[in-house]
């Protein structure tokens, strides 16, 4: 069965520095999406990407964060200069011709800000 | 502002026990609602999408209904495998096609 891939499982990182987390969708998706959980609380919305481009970002995407699809199967997400309040769990998640509808979500990696 | 409910916040059965867990919203418009399940340190799992109300879906143990306000997660003779967090996520209509508004779920737990 098809499925979202993350790596790494978990990122400790010390604050300020740079990571990437990194995330294979589905093969044949059109639709990739950031999503995060903070331990104990709601999934919320990160970003949104189709047709090489952002589709919709949330308040909490700022400029400390971007993405990138840098080749057919790739979809990143960069976190520049790491804060304390982004340890969180990261899920990347992709969709077909629905939309948002019936996303399929990664395992997750769980980054740690140290 | 848009909200979902999610209740009981935590729910324990027997083996065998039926119940149903409840998605409430509140909402401009709907697009759809989804049931996620989510085992711990784990992504969520797609269970169902629901478009309408009256809709009803189904898959083993579970079926999700729609009303205009709500959706019911019912669980019939659930078994310990089926312990989990249930979480219940809206998409908008009028607005982004592409971002999911989560609950913050059920966490059920079947013992044997």
């Known amino acids: 069965e098809p499925e979202v891939t993350q790596t790494p499982s978990h990122q400790v990182t010390q604050m300020g520095q740079e990571v990437i987390l990194r995330c294979v969708p589905i093969s044949n998706h059109l639709y990739f999406y950031w999503y995060r959980q903070i331990l104990g609380q709601k999934v919320e919305f990160l970003v949104s990407f189709y047709n090489n481009e952002i589709s919709e970002k949330s308040e909490i995407f700022d400029d400390q964060f971007s993405v990138e699809r840098p080749d057919g199967s790739n979809f990143t997400l960069k976190i520049r200069s790491t804060k304390l309040e982004d340890s969180a769990m990261y899920f990347c998640a992709s969709a077909g011709t629905g939309g948002a509808g019936g996303a399929f979500f990664g395992q997750g990696t769980r980054l740690t800000v140290v | 502002e848009d909200q979902v409910t999610q209740s009981p916040e935590a729910l324990r059965l027997q083996e065998g026990e039926s119940s149903s867990l409840n998605c409430s919203y509140t909402v401009s418009g709907l697009r759809g609602l989804f049931w996620y399940r989510q085992d711990p340190g784990k992504g969520p799992e797609f269970l169902f999408t629901?478009?309408?109300a009256g809709e009803e879906k189904e898959k083993e143990r579970l079926k999700a209904t729609l009303t205009k306000k709500e959706s019911f997660l019912h669980i019939t003779a659930p078994k310990p495998e089926d312990s989990a967090t249930y979480l219940c996520a809206v998409l908008l209509s009028g607005g982004s096609n592409y971002k999911l508004t989560f609950g913050k779920g059920t966490l059920l737990t079947v013992n044997p």
């Open positions: 629901l478009y309408s």
